[in-house]
Each structure stands twice: as C-alpha cells, then as structure tokens.
Nanobody, 123 residues
Framework: QVHLVESGGGLVQFGGSLRLSCAAS????????MGWYRQAPGKERELVAS?????NYADSVKGRFTISGDISKNTVYLQMNSLKPEDTAVYYC???????????????????WGQGTQVTVSS
C-alpha cells in the first residue's frame, strides 16, 4: 500500500546533468530514510546517496551528485552533474517508512522500492 515513483532518467552526454525525482505515496505514518541506489549491467545494486539519518554518498559520486528533498512530504531528488559513462545504470528510489495504526498503537517498518529509471551516459 506504499508506492514509490521515479522519473527523470534519460540519455546524456559525458559531463552532462540529470535530475531524478521520487515521490512516495500510500499509508505512511512517517518516513525515516529516503535514498537512491543504482544497478549497472552485471553488477550488484549499490547505494548512491541517502538522507534522513544524515546525508551520505558513495565515494564515486561525492562532489558530483547532490541528494535533496523533503522527507515530511515523502519526496527526494538526485541532482547528478559531471556525469560519466560509469554512472550508467538503472537508478532506484528507496524509502524506509513507518506504517501501521496510530489509533491502535501498532507500527512497523517497511522498505519500499521504486520501479527504476534508466540513466545512460555516452562517452
């Protein structure tokens, strides 16, 4: 009952920029963490950046990517500058949310993934 939707992927030339957007909706009491992962062909999915428990970035994107958003509104963005071919991957939005019933005093943590958006950087 919680959904994430990403957008903003595409094809860009080396050194170009893209801005990814993600919005969460559904039965959310609060959002703890939102972030971005990516998975290149033949590679494992890896963390790119996250926010909510501070802000952190993969070493490979520090100084080039910026994560921002409003967790209270369940939105997160990823500004990607100085893109390299190595950044080519499917990018996934990820969120850890709290769901349940405030009235009944029942809560649970739920990790939710978006469908992914393709980012391709040409040489």
């Amino acid at each position: 009952q919680v959904h994430l939707v990403e957008s903003g992927g595409g094809l860009v030339q080396f050194g170009g920029s893209l801005r990814l957007s993600c919005a969460a909706s559904g039965s959310i009491i609060s959002t703890k963490i939102m972030g971005w992962y990516r998975q290149a062909p033949g590679k494992e999915r890896e963390l790119v950046a996250s926010m909510g428990s501070g802000t952190n970035y993969a070493d490979s994107v520090k100084g080039r990517f910026t994560i921002s958003g409003d967790i209270s509104k369940n939105t997160v963005y990823l500004q990607m500058n100085s893109l390299k071919p190595e950044d080519t991957a499917v990018y996934y939005c990820n969120s850890e949310v709290i769901t349940g019933s405030v009235r009944e005093g029942r809560f649970r943590s739920l990790e939710v993934w978006g469908q992914g958006t393709q980012v391709t950087v040409s040489s």
